[in-house]
């Protein structure tokens, strides 16, 4: 097998808000934002200024350097209790534990699990144990917990929470790492209690990542996985440093602020989308269409799949979306123009639908509802579908300079992109938050693990909520594409040139630009030793 040892990974640390949190006011358009409405202040870290596009907003440059200010962001926090093992819990907790001894900051952390979890034992295998108090039944773990650190099963959080909230502590804080609870208690009426801050530190790639980035990266003062905060509730007056330094702690590169229904709108929508949804429907839709022009199975696989995850992402990584285009000359620069032109509308119609379903409420029913159905229709696989098998065959010969750069799948792929990206847009996303769910998760974080276990691992391994919604959409993106775009393209239909003109002159490529240049030089490596978990569901 022929693979690279080394996948490129950017660590721009996530986004700031279009749904402010109640610390904060209304915000206006994103058009009309300015860094006076964009911004927040911290008592322990130094804050700066970035300009996206139009917009000025507010970051913290994390680091390893600023490990000696954990102390003081952690003051009043003895011990920390991370709940749950899936994705993010392992890397959180080791990066965690790892910052906060380094620092010398006081404050233990503990795993808590239900009672019989079989992850006790992977939890003992990364150092956490019942004699040092830093291993325990959930429960016990959370009533002892000055931060509650909940990274439980979406579905599990819904349908725990009320006990969960009552086991805590007065004057404890509850951390989240996704809005998806926020979503389920406003669609049932309810809230957080009051009297509880309430923060969240959700970073934008997956648990595995989180964790070998930061391992990583400790030679050269840390690398990461970009991360949003959000402040949603804050009683005591110390949430947003307690986040801030949780961000950091985790090896966060740069912090953006988001509100937790901004986090859990774009998030949803995004897996749904480019991240994975739309990607498994392109290529599942691409693959057929070029069999049917002759192509073999291994050559369609190529040129669709392949030529995503191994030359299309890493271009936009390194140089931004336009970059794809710009590279093409003669014949490919108008397939690309074609494919762009017909893909482009029928993208966004399924895209604003998911949004639309997001923002309502009715996607996080569909992941409950689903949940409560597992015990009678378990979640097979989709790995053993033809396009699949064939993909694990192109992948154990791969030679990665000869894969191609297929000008109709970049434009497919492009325009579903940058539909993603003006849905967000339209409905008030500021760009930080708009260019890491639609581009630097996707290409930095997601893709180089599609390119190396392939796309159907990455949704029959992500978590539920995005397993769920990958399996419900790809099949709307698969059929629109092949039923409006792609016989658009065959029967001649004329390329719409004021869109690749909106295309070209979008101002997302000021901020993905922006986005680069935040870039460490640290690429994460696929095949390095790690101490946590690859596979997040069995």
Not at 356 to 383: A, F, Q
Not at 511 to 537: G, M, N, Q, W, Y
């Amino acid at each position: 097998m022929k693979l690279s040892t080394a996948t490129a990974v950017s660590f721009f640390f996530a986004s700031a808000s279009a749904f402010r949190p109640m610390h904060m006011p209304a915000s206006r358009s994103v058009a009309a934002r300015t860094s006076l409405d964009m911004a927040f202040a911290s008592d322990v870290f130094k804050t700066q200024e970035v300009k996206f596009a139009d917009t000025t907003e507010t970051i913290v440059k994390g680091g390893r350097d600023l490990f000696p200010l954990l102390p003081k962001a952690f003051e009043g926090i003895s011990k920390i209790g991370v709940i749950g093992w899936g994705s993010q819990a392992p890397a959180q907790a080791q990066n965690l534990r790892d910052s906060l001894s380094e620092s010398g900051t006081e404050a233990i952390v503990s795993i808590g699990l239900r009672e019989g979890s079989a992850s006790f034992d992977e939890a003992r295998q990364c150092g956490f144990n019942e004699d040092k108090g830093t291993l325990g039944e959930m429960f016990s773990v959370i009533k002892d917990s000055d931060l509650v650190i909940l990274l439980i099963s979406d579905a599990a959080q819904a349908r725990l929470y009320k006990e969960i909230f009552a086991a805590m502590k007065p004057g404890a804080t509850l951390g989240l790492s996704h809005g998806f609870l926020l979503g389920y208690l406003e669609s049932i009426g309810e809230d957080f209690p009051s009297e509880m801050d309430v923060i969240a530190v959700c970073p934008k790639g997956m648990g595995p990542s989180v964790r070998r980035l930061y391992e990583q990266g400790k030679d050269v003062n840390g690398a990461g996985i970009n991360s949003s905060f959000a402040v949603h509730q804050n009683k005591s007056g110390k949430a947003v440093d307690l986040a801030l330094g949780w961000g950091v702690a985790l090896g966060s590169p740069f912090m953006f602020e988001t509100s937790l229904k901004s986090e859990y709108c774009s998030d949803i929508y995004g897996e749904r989308g480019i991240l994975l949804g739309a990607v498994h429907g392109i290529v599942e839709s691409l693959y057929r269409r070029y069999q049917r022009q002759g192509m073999s199975p291994e050559q369609a696989f190529l040129e669709s799949s392949e030529s995503i995850t191994g030359k299309i992402v890493k271009t936009i990584s390194k140089e931004g979306i336009k970059a794809v285009y710009e590279q093409m000359t003669g014949e490919d620069k108008k397939v690309f123009e074609k494919a762009y032109s017909a893909s482009y509308l029928p993208a966004k119609e399924i895209l604003q639908e998911i949004y639309d379903e997001v923002s309502s409420g009715n996607e996080i029913r569909t992941v409950i509802m689903h949940g409560k159905r597992l015990d009678k229709y378990p979640v097979g696989k989709i790995d053993g579908t033809d396009t699949w098998k064939v993909g694990e065959k192109v992948r154990e010969a791969r030679e990665e300079d000869k894969i191609p750069v297929n000008p109709f799948t970049a434009g497919v792929y492009v325009a579903t992109m940058m539909a993603q990206i003006d849905v967000l847009l339209e409905q008030g996303h500021p760009y930080s938050e708009v260019v890491n769910e639609s581009v630097i998760e996707a290409v930095d974080s997601l893709c180089p693990y599609m390119h190396y276990r392939g796309v159907a691992f990455m949704v029959d391994n992500c978590s539920f909520t995005a397993k769920t919604g990958s399996r419900k959409w790809a099949p709307r993106f698969d059929y629109i594409l092949e039923q409006l775009a792609y016989t658009a393209v065959d029967n001649g239909a004329a390329v719409d040139t004021q869109l690749l003109k909106d295309f070209e002159n979008h101002p997302v490529h000021a901020a993905v630009e922006e986005c680069c240049k935040l870039r460490p030089a640290v690429d994460i490596s696929l095949f390095a030793d790690t101490s946590t978990k690859e596979i997040v569901i069995n």
